[in-house]
């Protein structure tokens, strides 16, 4: 479903002349396939599923906030705004991100229902959230979330 999405915003796109759009549509196709060429080797030949793509652009967004603090610190907002339209296009596509007050509440959750008492239990909630979550979470911001609670109980 997310594949015919990002194509059908390729050719939303291209009919609007956006061309911000359009490159930001063509890089993430671009990955993709590249990640379904990975995929066929282990037997994946129809391509890598929506949770994998929604992984993938997570991932594109995380390497674009640090191009962004990079181009920032070198004097060049230019390039740190383009990187930000990116990350919005990206977004686009992606479930809706739970809030801070949502995701300090899941954690919560999560923590109370896999009997988590220390950091070292932190490992098997952070499991248990990206099972439940995957997409709908920012996980470097929940493991901040993850250290504190647990750090306070």
Known sequence: MLRARLTEALKTSMKAKDERGVSAVRMILAKLKERDIEARPKGNASGILDDE?????????????????????????????????EISVIESFMPKQLSEVEMASAVKTVIGEVGAVGMKDMGKVMAQLKARYGGAMDFSKASGVVKSQLGSS
Not at 60 to 85: F, T
């Open 53 to 85: 793509i929604v992984q993938m652009m997570q991932g594109m967004i995380k390497q674009r906030r640090e191009s962004i603090e990079l181009y920032q610190r070198g004097g060049r907002p230019e390039l740190a705004q383009k990187e930000q339209d």
